[in-house]
């Protein structure tokens, strides 16, 4: 065999091993690829499962939503700002931010109490943050009709319940604010009966203060008519001295312990005299009898008998 034979045989078998080794190393490739995409197939599979669950996650909770959201009309929300967006001015609120160009404050048709269809813009549910993450109930506001009340982008708004100072001092409108124009009318209910107990509480708070006031000054007046009562009785040491009204200093008890031993003291002397006329009496009628016995022995004739004889 010639050296060029010898060669060429030998780059054949070089390649033939070159071959088979090239055949072995894409056959494992192969079969790592198709693991590979053997395990990408199950995790789209289940890529896809995943993703038709949360699709129907996704529509279930944007039912759940829409159902949560009705009843509750327009949301307008306010994000934190300086100056605060909705500023508590002295019961009523004053909005930046909500005005006549706002949709959610297009007038609509209500009834009023005396049976007449009227336009009206919608009541003002206002909920704010309290500073804790939690989302807190203010109340029921009614827009402000009055002058610049209403602007394109501001309003005021008035509770439509007598707010305590105590309820006012508790408003925190710093942080976010959520404005709607409805609320579910159970949660209205609710409320509504909540604000009648409230009222109620109030109610009887301030007849109960006012009764206690009343009782205070009773109290103060009985005390003056007390004090008053006790200088009459047991003397006013700043009392008019008055000769003749002694009680006005030595108090009607002394004066009238005075008066009483003066009495008895001239009851005593009255009883003396009356004992001494009395028995003046009795030595007179004596002397009167004496006298007509007296009397009556110088009325008779004194006869006189001779026993003298002739």
């Not at 008035?158 to 976010?176: C, G, H, I, L, R």
């Not at 006329?277 to 009325?299: E, H, P, T, Y």
Request: hydrophobic content about 40%; glycine content about 8%; aromatic content about 6%.
């Amino acid at each position: 065999m010639s050296r060029l034979g010898i060669v060429c045989g030998t780059l054949v078998i070089i390649g033939l091993l070159v071959e088979f080794w090239l055949v072995a190393k894409l056959g494992y490739r192969r079969d790592e690829v198709a693991d590979k995409l053997r395990v990408a197939m199950v995790k789209s599979d289940t890529a896809v499962v995943e993703f038709e669950k949360i699709t129907a996650d996704l529509k279930t909770a944007e039912t759940e939503l829409a159902a949560l959201k009705l009843g509750w009309g327009y949301e307008i929300p306010f994000a934190p700002a300086n100056p605060a967006p909705v500023q508590n001015q002295g019961v009523k609120l004053f909005v930046t931010g909500l005005g006549a160009s706002t949709k959610a404050l297009e007038p609509r048709t209500v009834t009023g109490a005396d049976g007449q269809e009227k336009k009206a813009a919608p009541p003002m549910h206002v909920f704010a943050d309290n500073g804790q993450g939690k989302i807190v109930y203010t109340g029921e506001f009614m827009l402000g009709d009055g002058p610049n009340e209403l602007g394109e982008q501001t309003c005021v708004l008035y509770p439509t319940w007598k707010v305590t100072p105590e309820e006012m001092a508790s408003w925190n409108f710093n942080n976010d604010v959520r404005i709607r124009t409805q609320i579910p009318p159970g949660g209205r209910a609710e409320i509504d009966s909540l604000n009648q107990t409230i009222q109620r509480s109030v109610e009887q708070i301030t007849q109960l203060k006012t009764r206690t006031e009343d009782q205070e000054r009773l109290k103060v007046d009985a005390d003056l008519s007390l004090q008053t009562r006790s200088k009459e009785l047991l003397g006013d040491p700043n009392g008019a001295d008055v000769a003749e009204r002694p009680e006005f200093k030595d108090g009607l008890v002394k004066a009238i312990e005075d008066t009483e031993e003066e009495r008895n003291a001239i009851q005593v002397a009255v009883d003396s005299i009356r004992r001494s006329i009395q028995q003046a009496i009795r030595d007179r009628s004596k002397l009167v009898d004496g006298v007509k016995k007296l009397a009556a022995n110088a009325s008779q004739p004194a006869t006189k008998i001779s026993t003298a004889g002739p």
